[in-house]
């Protein structure tokens, strides 16, 4: 047996939620310096001022390079990228190489709860272009907490998670994974859009 629900009174009671419709206008956001990816992305690129979660299976496969051309753009331009609390450190003529002004770049050593703190307090502050991180059994409201500071401070925040944490839901603006076998990216969610249901080959380089 069914009944009818009027969705007016539910919708003046605010008990139930509103969706938006597309006005055709997207916020700015940065290239990401690969052109399959800034396709499949709303608005050609990575979402500005807001979490991005990238899914890995180990660190250390090259996971990086991904950043490289945003990171590069963005120190060229005189701003400054903070890595907060990475697994391996930085080869330093692999990333001159990309591009980057290591001059711009800053490490800040710190694992656990340290590390949360240090990546949310350098994005609020809005005196960096881009917050990497390598958060530790973050749960949903320390990465809420990351996806506020990122919009307080108009900043790009990535976060570097392992693969099995797709399964969990996130506040992230974007979330993709990084395969190596084979080489391709997956996006999973992204904020102004539907996430392509075929994976993305990045070309060698």
Same mark, same amino acid.
């Given at each position: ?13 605010? /008990? &139930? ?8 206008? &997207? ?11 800034? +396709? ?11 979490? *991005? ?27 400054? &990228? ?17 591009? %980057? ?6 490490? &800040? ?14 994005? /609020? *502050? ?10 530790? #059994?973050?749960?949903?409201? *320390? ?6 500071? +990122?919009?307080?401070? #108009?900043?790009?925040?990535? +976060?570097? #998670? ?12 974007? /979330? ?21 249901? /075929?994976? %993305? ?5």
């Amino acid at each position: 047996m069914s009944s009818l629900i009027a969705l007016a009174p539910l919708l003046d009671s605010r /008990r &139930v939620w509103r969706g938006q419709a597309p006005t055709g206008s &997207v916020p700015a956001l940065h290239p990401t310096g690969h052109a399959e990816l800034d +396709a499949a992305l709303p608005g050609g690129g990575w979402p500005e001022a807001a979490l *991005s979660e990238l899914l890995v299976t180990l660190p250390g496969l090259g996971e990086l390079r991904l950043l490289w051309p945003t990171l590069a753009r963005l120190t060229a331009a005189g701003e400054r &990228v903070v890595l907060v609390g990475p697994p391996h450190l930085p080869y330093p003529p692999a990333w001159q190489a990309a591009g %980057i002004d290591l001059c711009r770049l800053s490490l &800040v050593r710190a694992s656990g709860r340290d590390a949360l703190w240090a990546a949310e307090q350098c994005l /609020r *502050s809005g005196s960096c272009g881009a917050v990497l991180c390598w958060p530790q #059994r973050a749960d949903d409201k *320390s990465l809420r907490r990351l996806q506020v500071a +990122a919009e307080t401070g #108009r900043t790009l925040a990535f +976060a570097y #998670r392992p693969l099995s944490e797709a399964l969990n839901p996130s506040p992230a603006a974007l /979330r993709l994974t990084i395969e190596n076998r084979p080489p391709q990216l997956r996006i999973l969610k992204c904020r102004g859009g539907l996430a392509p249901d /075929r994976p %993305i080959t990045l070309q060698a380089g």
